[in-house]
């Protein structure tokens, strides 16, 4: 059936205006591949933003002493850095697969609230601005690190507070939209017969996730509203001195935080296994044990946020209590990491680019898994907290995880998006040169914070010169590679080779179905039962 | 499942109303981002004019987005599964809000059960009590705070006990106009409708009454008057907000009801306005619980 692509009902189209030209179809969309690419663009510009902070930083950090910039801009980059990176660049790449990828998989014709879906992605690049556009103010950007603890961000605030609040606040509404646009049209808008257990795994990571965004942006919105009046209206809900407590400011924070570290890494979790069972040619090896293994792993985020706040003042019972419950989360992950591997276990393996990038994603992912595992332990915590371990873990599994993810998805939809092949030579240059300076880049951190090396100083002592050098030549190697994968993607949407409706032979899905690149509207009628059932199946 | 006939689903054509109310997203935030930092600077500038600026944007971009949906709606483009998206959007956005004051109900407890205490002393913090505020005595309401700011507890006797009796009737009386629509009686609708508006703008008319007496000097409950004016003033406060937003919602669902929209099948709006109305008196019931009598 490799040809069976499904013809798309032409008469049905008096629905929809014709596809506009210019500027007016990307601001007043309502189409979801529009919208889709619209926050894949706006993710890797952001990406791009974000990485160019990173490289200051690092040149900073290149060796010891201060060459470039003030203490106080460090701190203004790395918490921008930090807040670019996590609400710019991965949240809406995700969005935008979810976008682009829900409905065609769903056999729906688009997503279920398409005008609030423009607005939802709208929002972004006006939050976005309000909060680079800090760095040209009186005050400077905020300088208090992506997780705002009070009261750096209050008593000592240098002023930029409210332009960060509101522009999360804004950012808030706009995830809180998009997830419910999610969840409606998952739960709305599947075809007929697909019920809930034959969806593909990569919905179900996404209907997870979007449930933690409707249940935590809020509690983020209302933990800024109280910085707010804090800082400017004389509230003191993180100030002893009017009866609150900053501790408390970490409590709420970490209680969106928490759940927040798993809105970037399950949508990962569903591309992932999407794609190693397309280049394994084997179904996903215990698909519900995924399913329940994502759920689980969704619920437990909201009982251990505490564990990001061990050094801080607890009674012990807290300190007990969140490090078991975050050693149990290693139980789900790990039925994950087994199912994957389990997946690709006597499987027919070829190893095109998304392909390489998942694996890399399940050893690296591990890794950053296993630090984080370390960290969860109480005890040991009360060494690596603040430290360049620290920072080595998340940016494992952000960067190795999560980003790789995003990339391993890019490759195996690019086809399908643009009609072209991607440039596998090139592309190829972009995964090793990403995966050897990642390395070199995040590697040598574990050390730098095993040895005390705090995080967030522009500054250090001696000993740590020698791997602070290597980290920052993998930095830059690492920035300049991603150039590679900006290159890939504008060659593969200018040409090359025609991509057939389906060019993996191992994929399956209903997005396989339609033609490359997808027409503007696919499945205005919804797919048969029998269409469903032909594109579960591998062909052999 | 394959013989049942289709409905198609109503993709709307290209709309111009999401990038207008980004827009005005984008003035209010930057509009209040300056307004507050010229405050807290004693500085004047055009923050407070964007703002407003934005809300009066926000407002047309809804009066005109609303328009285009209820247009559609009348001329017969929504199938069912259409409102089910509707429904199911507006279940989650309430689920939404729920978890927004959730945020300030958890600081509310956490700030009684923890944070008070443990200045007073309790737990392993007892130098914390002898060192940073020796004269200092744990107890809710916080009357003095640690640094020495005093104010007095709103009771929950009268004002909030009337405005909690017109909330619940208000709940009741939606009702009773819901039952209404769904058995096609339009008089009694408009009357039980009428009600509910009543009784909610009642609510607000005590509620700003309330406030008045707070920020009197015999009160002096203001919202800087450490944790319990913090708490009471924002969890009141927002949702004063969401009472107002509430009310408008069922003005506007009273003159549709005039100019003879919903049917007893289709009546969407209706019941999210509805929705929303039961989603404030149960906020409302919890706050008078946590914030006025315990």
Request: with cysteine; hydrophobic share 50%.
């Amino acid at each position: 059936m490799t040809t069976d692509v499904i013809e798309q009902d032409s008469h049905d189209e008096h629905h929809y205006d014709h596809k506009m030209t210019g500027i007016k179809r990307w601001l007043y969309t309502t189409n979801h591949k529009d919208i889709g690419t619209l926050y894949l663009w706006f993710a890797f510009i952001m990406f791009l933003t974000g990485g160019a902070l990173a490289m200051v930083i690092r040149a900073e950090l290149f060796q010891p002493g201060l060459q470039i910039v003030e203490p106080d801009f460090f701190n203004q980059l790395t918490t921008v850095h930090g807040l670019v990176m996590v609400f710019g660049a991965i949240m809406p790449a995700f969005t935008g697969f979810a976008n682009w990828m829900l409905p065609m998989m769903l056999g729906a014709p688009d997503m279920a609230l398409p005008r609030m879906n423009n607005w939802s992605f709208w929002i972004l690049p006006f939050a976005f601005a309000i909060l680079l556009g800090s760095f040209f103010m009186e005050s400077g950007a905020p300088n208090f690190g992506w997780t705002f603890y009070a009261p750096l961000s209050t008593t000592y605030s240098n002023g930029s507070t409210a332009f960060f609040v509101f522009a999360v606040h804004i950012m808030g509404i706009s995830s809180i939209m998009g997830a419910i646009n999610i969840v409606v049209t998952i739960m709305n808008m599947r075809a007929p017969g697909m019920t809930y257990m034959k969806m593909p795994l990569f919905v179900w990571t996404f209907f997870i996730t979007a449930y933690l965004l409707i249940a935590v942006m809020p509690v983020l919105a209302g933990v800024v509203t109280m910085l707010l009046t804090d800082t400017y209206f004389g509230t003191s809900f993180f100030d002893a001195a009017g009866g609150g407590d900053p501790v408390m400011f970490q409590h709420i924070f970490w209680f969106f935080g928490h759940p927040e570290v798993y809105i970037m890494i399950l949508p990962a979790f569903g591309i992932v296994s999407t794609t190693i069972p397309a280049f394994s040619r084997k179904r996903l090896f215990g698909y519900s044990s995924m399913v329940y293994a994502t759920s689980s792993i969704a619920l437990l985020s909201f009982i251990v946020w505490a564990h990001h706040m061990f050094t801080t003042g607890m009674p012990l019972f807290g300190e007990l209590f969140f490090m078991y419950c975050t050693m149990l989360i290693a139980v789900p992950t790990g039925v994950k990491v087994f199912n994957w591997v389990a997946t690709m276990w006597r499987g027919s393996l070829t190893f095109e680019t998304p392909m390489l990038f998942s694996i890399a994603f399940v050893i690296l992912f591990t890794i950053g898994g296993f630090s984080g595992l370390m960290l969860a332990m109480t005890p040991v915590d009360f060494q690596y907290h603040d430290t360049y371990f620290v920072v080595a873990h998340f940016h494992y599994v952000l960067v190795t995880g999560s980003l790789f993810s995003l990339y391993a998805g890019a490759y195996f939809w690019l086809p399908k998006w643009t009609g072209h092949m991607y440039n596998d030579t090139l592309s190829k240059w972009h995964f090793w040169c990403s995966l050897i300076s990642v390395n070199l880049l995040f590697f040598p951190m574990h050390f730098l914070g095993l040895a005390g090396m705090p995080r967030r100083i522009p500054d250090y002592a001696l000993q740590f010169a020698d791997f602070n050098k290597w980290v920052s030549i993998g930095g830059f190697a690492f920035g300049l590679s991603q150039l590679i994968f900006l290159a890939v993607v504008i060659k593969c949407i200018r040409g090359g080779e025609k991509a057939p409706a389906k060019p993996w032979d191992g994929a399956i899905g209903l997005e396989w179905t339609v033609a490359s690149p997808a027409p503007y509207h696919t499945f205005s009628t919804p797919p048969s039962q029998q269409d469903i059932d032909n594109a579960d199946q591998h062909e052999h | 499942m394959t013989n049942k006939e289709y409905e198609s689903y109503y993709v709307p054509s290209q709309s111009h109303w999401p990038i207008v109310g980004a827009v005005a997203l984008f003035m209010i935030a930057f509009g209040a981002a300056n307004y507050v930092t010229d405050l807290s600077n004693e500085t004047s500038g055009y923050g407070g004019y964007l703002l407003l600026a934005g809300i009066a944007l926000v407002i047309y971009m809804l009066v005109g987005w609303f328009s285009d949906v209820i247009s559609e709606s009348l001329t017969g483009k929504y199938s069912h599964q259409m409102d089910n998206s509707f429904r199911q959007g507006m279940s989650w956005f309430i689920f939404s809000e729920v978890m927004f004051f959730a945020a300030f109900f958890g600081a509310l407890l956490y700030l009684r059960v923890f944070s008070v205490p443990w200045l007073g002393g309790a737990g392993n913090n007892v130098s914390t009590g002898a060192v940073l505020w020796p004269d200092f005595v744990a107890q809710w309401p916080l009357l003095t705070t640690p640094d020495g700011t005093t104010t007095t507890a709103m009771g929950w006797f009268g004002l909030p006990l009337i405005n909690t009796v017109l909330l619940l009737t208000s709940s009741i009386t939606a009702h009773f106009a819901h039952s209404a629509l769904i058995k096609n009686n339009r008089g009694p609708l408009k009357v039980w409708l009428g009600l509910t508006i009543v009784l909610g703008l009642a609510f607000m008319f005590f509620q700003v009454q309330e406030y008045a007496h707070g920020y009197s000097e015999e009160m002096r409950l203001f919202l800087d008057s450490g944790v319990y004016g913090n708490t009471f003033y924002l969890l009141t406060g927002f949702h004063g907000m969401h009472v107002t937003l509430g009310c408008i919602m069922l003005i506007v669902m009273w003159f549709r009801v005039l100019k003879g929209h919903f049917t007893p099948e289709n009546h969407f709006a209706f019941q999210a306005a509805s929705w929303y109305w039961h989603f404030v008196d149960v906020v409302w019931v919890m706050l008078f619980v946590f914030v006025y009598i315990l």
